[in-house]
Structure formats: structure tokens, C-alpha cells
T-cell receptor
């Protein structure tokens, strides 16, 4: 039981390049989320999905796109990377929409992205 | 003003000390209060959660919520070097579960 797996673990991009971050979960969770974590800022929600084929914007969606073609996968795309997107990206999943204590967020180990 | 404020630390204590970690918040609608622990180069994992006010104890960990003061705390008794991590408070309002507000985290170092 791997939980939430993120690939790649590290990536360096040049400004303007594109990339896709992959998240896979094996817990049969309906809800999946992409967060970014920056020093002093806390985790901020980029996009989330409440089920296969659905996506919704979070707090900081600009410059990112997502897709949830399969229940177990949630992809985060950067079409034209900018230095402001240098961050650590975390994918998370939860069993229900009660993403509080009874249905906690299960996080992957992150993708460390640097945009030069 | 941020919704959730948390001192970033770092907080350095000797092994065996009692640790107190705290967060303040501004939104009186928050009902769910959580503490996540994040080891270096790992994702956060849920440590404890409470609903509404009161205390909750789990082994060496105690979570407290004081809604009148908009203040939550996490106490660690008999701290161990393995407790060295970043502790992140988080909270959400009833009926808006997809929106969780996270603190910026407090880095704790427990020295042997």
C-alpha cells in the first residue's frame, strides 16, 4: 500500500518551459488536491477534484491546469513556467469531502520544482 | 491579516522537555482544528484533530482549543529527538470542508 505517490521528486525548469506533475493514490479516495508550500506561507490550494472527471480552482490556480481522467490519478500542468512557480508541490487525497480530522488529507512526499 | 498565524521558530529544546506549540486564528467560523507533522523532505501527516472546543489527548500529545481566545495549542510531553519536525496547524469551517487554512508551521528540534 503505497498511499500517495508523486513523480518526479525534483525538477529544474527554465522560464517558459512546460511540465506535468503526476500524482497517484491507491486508497480509492474520491477527493484529490494539489498544494504548493512556500517558506512562511503555509500550504496553499492550487486545484482540487471531487471525483473522476471533475476539477475545481483553489486559492492560487493561475498558471496551472489539472486533469483527473482516472480516479487514482491527478495531474498538475505548468504550461509556461515562471520563477514565481518555484516551490514544493504536494498532492493529497481524502476519502470524503470532510477533509478535516475524520477524513484527513493524505499527502505525498512532494515535488521540488525550481524555475530559473 | 492571515487567517491563521503560527510562529515559524525554530524551537530548540532538550530531550524530555515539555513543548508547547501554538496558533492563533481570526475566523470564528472555524470548527475543525488539526495538527499535522512534517518531517524533512516528507509530506505532512495528520497528528491530531479536535472538533470545536476542548482538549484531546493521545499518548504524549495533547491538543487544546480555546475558541473564546481563538487560540489552539499542541503540547508534547517527554519530547524525543524523533519528535524533531515541523508542526503545522490547520483548521476549517463547518460546511466548507475543501477549504482548509494552514499555518506556516513551527520547526521543532529536540536535542539528545
Amino acid at each position: 500500500n503505497a498511499g500517495v505517490t508523486q513523480t518526479p521528486k525534483f525538477r529544474v525548469l527554465k522560464t517558459g518551459q512546460s511540465m506535468t506533475l503526476l500524482c497517484a493514490q491507491d486508497m480509492n479516495h474520491e477527493y484529490m488536491y494539489w498544494y504548493r508550500q512556500d517558506p512562511g506561507m503555509g500550504l496553499r490550494l492550487i486545484h482540487y477534484s471531487v471525483g473522476e472527471g471533475t476539477t475545481a480552482k483553489g486559492e492560487v490556480p493561475d498558471g496551472y491546469n489539472v486533469s483527473r481522467l482516472k480516479k487514482q490519478n491527478f495531474l498538475l500542468g505548468l504550461e509556461s513556467a515562471a520563477p514565481s512557480q518555484t516551490s514544493v508541490y504536494f498532492c493529497a487525497s481524502s476519502y470524503t469531502r470532510r477533509a478535516g480530522g475524520k477524513s484527513p488529507l493524505h499527502f505525498g512526499n512532494g515535488t521540488r520544482l525550481t524555475v530559473t | 491579516q492571515k487567517e491563521v498565524e503560527q510562529d515559524p521558530g525554530p524551537l530548540s529544546v532538550p530531550e524530555g522537555a515539555i513543548v508547547s506549540l501554538n496558533c492563533t486564528y481570526s475566523n470564528s467560523a472555524f470548527q475543525y482544528f488539526m495538527w499535522y507533522r512534517q518531517y524533512s523532505r516528507k509530506g505532512p501527516e495528520l497528528l491530531m484533530y479536535t472538533y470545536s472546543s476542548g482538549n484531546k489527548e493521545d499518548g504524549r500529545f495533547t491538543a487544546q482549543v480555546d475558541k473564546s481566545s481563538k487560540y489552539i495549542s499542541l503540547f508534547i510531553r517527554d519530547s524525543q529527538p524523533s519528535d524533531s519536525a515541523t508542526y503545522i496547524c490547520a483548521m476549517s469551517a463547518l460546511g466548507n470542508f475543501n477549504k482548509i487554512y494552514f499555518g506556516s508551521g513551527t520547526k521543532l528540534n529536540v536535542k539528545p
